[in-house]
């Protein structure tokens, strides 16, 4: 059992068939796993032109839209035994590139209005996001798990959307504030993760090492 107080509300803590029956009806109309990884992508572009446009509802649904299909090309692969090396690489690689396109979305929209809190708010999340998911491939190459932290890409995308179709509601202040939750709660990801490595490496440092 995980020692996690948050398992309950944290999307990667969801189950995982969810939506494994659209999945495999993608499949059977003959759509690969890789080729959902690329609607999944070109969905993330669409949503971060709504954003450019100020349109944060319709480009929420986007990010929702998007984040399911980031959850269909594995359930695809691994429901019809088509998983492979390039795949999941390809997977990874455009998870990353998809997030980056939609902060970079919001980023222009900002831009554009002279809101510089904002801006800076997405450079720092874009720098949390990035080390997030450098530190775990890192550890992976010393043969390290890392999959701790709150903040993984599930919760970013999930409080994304969230902030974006709460943003009218609310009167405009809705993604600030998840702005502001993305930029520290990334980082503190990703320093959960360097602790993490150092709690089952420092005993293996030798006396002067780095």
């Not at 690969?32 to 669409?46: E, Q």
């Not at 080390?131 to 491939?137: E, G, I, Q, T």
């Not at 702005?179 to 990801?189: P, S």
């Amino acid at each position: 059992m995980l020692n996690d107080p948050m398992r309950w509300v944290l999307p990667r803590y969801w189950p995982k068939h969810w939506f494994l029956p659209l999945a495999l009806a993608l499949g059977r109309v003959g759509l690969t796993p890789n080729a959902l990884t690329l609607i999944g992508l070109g969905l993330s572009g669409a949503g971060a032109a709504l954003l450019a446009l100020g349109h944060f509802f319709l480009g929420g649904v986007m990010v929702l839209v998007s984040g399911v299909f980031d959850s269909l090309d594995g359930q695809l692969a691994r429901a019809t035994q088509q998983s492979s090396a390039f795949g999941a690489l390809l997977d990874s690689t455009l998870d990353r590139v998809s997030e980056a396109v939609l902060l970079f979305g919001l980023l222009v929209y900002y831009s554009g209005h002279q809101a510089q809190t904002e801006v800076l708010l997405i450079n720092a999340t874009l720098v949390g996001s990035v080390m997030v998911s450098y530190v775990k491939a890192r550890a992976e190459g010393l043969g390290l798990r890392c999959d701790v932290g709150w903040f993984q890409r599930p919760e970013r995308v999930v409080l994304l959307a969230v902030g974006l179709l709460a943003n009218y509601p609310t009167g405009g202040w809705a993604t600030p504030v998840v702005l502001w939750l993305l930029a520290v709660l990334t980082n503190v990801t990703a320093a959960q993760r360097v602790w993490h490595v150092w709690r089952h490496t420092h005993h293996d440092q030798p006396p002067g090492g780095r």
